[in-house]
C-alpha cells in the first residue's frame, strides 16, 4: 500500500461521511429556522463546520488507534470491515508517533474552529468543543472503561454537531443560550446522537475479548452481547419512534418520514445483535447494516429539511 492508501485506511475515511451528514442536518435546520433574518447563509461557515467536525472525527479515530496499539487490544481483535482498527500500525505501516502527531494536529483544527465559532456566534460553542475534547482524549483511557464511551461518542459526534452546527450559522454573541433552539432542532438532535452510539455498540460486538483484555468496560462487556442487543435494539426504536412523532405533534413536516426508509434494515440489524450477537459470522452482515442506517438515516433527515425549505 502507498502512502496514501496508508492514511485513508487508517483514518477510516469512508466513514467520515457521518460527519457531513450530521453536519448538514444542521446546515438544513439553520436555514429552516433562521435566528436573524438579515443575516445570509454563509457558505464558507459551512465549509469550515465540515472541516472542523471531520478534523475531530479523523482525531478520535486516531487517539483510539493510537491507545489500541499500545494496549495490545489491535494485536487481538478479530478485525472486519467495520471494526477493529485498521491494522497499519500493527502491521508496521504506519509509526506510533506519526500516528499521534497527526491525532493532536486535527484535534487542534477542531479546537480553533470551535474557539472561532464560539467568538463570532456564541460562546456556549465553548463548551461543545470542551465536551468534543474530552471525548476524543480521554475516550479510549478512561471512557470506554466506564461505560461512558458510547454516551460521550452520541454526544460528541452525534447530537452536539447538529446543535452545534445550527448555532454556529445562526446565533450572535449577544443572544440568551436557552432561546436559540427551535424545538424541532432539540429532538432531531436525539436520534443523531442514538444513531451514533449505535454505531460504536454494536461495531464493539466482535471485539468484546480484545477490549476486555486491554482494560476495557464497555456496555457489551458489561452487558453481555445479549443484554447490549436489547440496549441496540431499544436505541433503534427509540431514534425512529422519535422520527414518527414529530410530525404527529406538528413539531416537523412529513418529509421527515423519509428519514424512516432504512427502519427494515435496522430491525434486522436488531434482531440479529439480540439473537446472533455471539456469532460473529451472523453480526458481521448486522454491522454492514447499521453503518447503512446510521448514514442513511441522518442523510434522509438533511435531505427532508432541504426539500421542506426548497
Not at 131 to 156: C, D, H, K, P, Q
Amino acid at each position: 500500500m502507498n502512502s496514501f492508501k496508508v492514511w485513508m485506511t487508517q483514518i477510516r475515511a469512508p466513514f467520515l461521511i457521518l460527519s457531513v451528514f450530521l453536519v448538514l442536518i444542521g446546515l438544513a435546520l439553520s436555514i429552516k429556522y433562521p435566528l436573524q433574518m438579515a443575516v445570509e447563509f454563509s457558505y464558507l461557515h459551512a465549509i469550515l463546520l465540515i472541516i472542523g467536525v471531520v478534523s475531530a472525527h479523523i482525531s478520535v479515530n486516531l487517539f483510539n488507534e493510537y491507545s489500541d496499539y499500545f494496549t495490545q487490544i489491535d494485536f487481538k481483535t478479530v478485525r472486519t470491515p467495520f471494526s477493529g482498527g485498521s491494522g497499519m500500525i500493527t502491521s508496521g505501516k504506519s509509526k506510533p508517533g506519526t500516528v499521534l502527531i497527526v491525532a493532536v494536529v486535527t484535534l487542534l483544527i477542531a479546537l480553533v474552529i470551535g474557539i472561532y465559532f464560539s467568538l463570532i456566534s456564541h460562546w456556549v460553542i465553548l463548551i461543545f468543543a470542551f465536551l468534543g475534547t474530552i471525548s476524543i482524549v480521554f475516550y479510549t483511557n478512561f471512557l470506554a472503561r466506564y461505560m461512558l464511551g458510547e454516551l460521550f461518542a452520541g454526544l460528541a459526534l452525534g447530537s452536539l454537531v447538529v446543535l452545534g452546527t445550527y448555532i454556529s450559522m445562526n446565533a450572535s454573541p449577544a443572544m440568551p443560550w436557552n432561546s436559540m433552539l427551535p424545538a424541532e432542532v432539540g429532538w432531531l438532535s436525539i436520534p443523531a446522537g442514538i444513531l451514533t452510539a449505535l454505531l460504536l455498540l454494536i461495531n464493539e460486538f466482535p471485539d468484546a475479548e480484545a477490549d476486555k483484555a486491554g482494560g476495557r468496560n464497555h456496555l457489551v462487556i458489561r452487558l453481555g452481547r445479549k443484554g447490549a442487543g436489547w440496549v441496540y435494539a431499544m436505541g433503534m426504536f427509540t431514534s425512529f419512534a422519535i422520527i414518527l412523532v414529530l410530525p404527529l405533534a406538528g413539531l416537523s413536516s412529513y418529509w421527515i418520514y423519509l428519514a424512516l426508509f432504512p427502519l427494515p434494515l435496522a430491525i434486522k440489524a436488531s434482531i440479529t445483535a439480540i439473537k446472533d450477537g455471539d456469532n460473529i459470522s451472523k453480526i458481521i452482515p448486522a454491522l454492514g447494516s447499521n453503518v447503512i442506517t446510521v448514514l442513511a438515516t441522518d442523510l434522509l433527515i438533511a435531505v427532508a429539511i432541504f426539500i421542506e425549505v426548497m
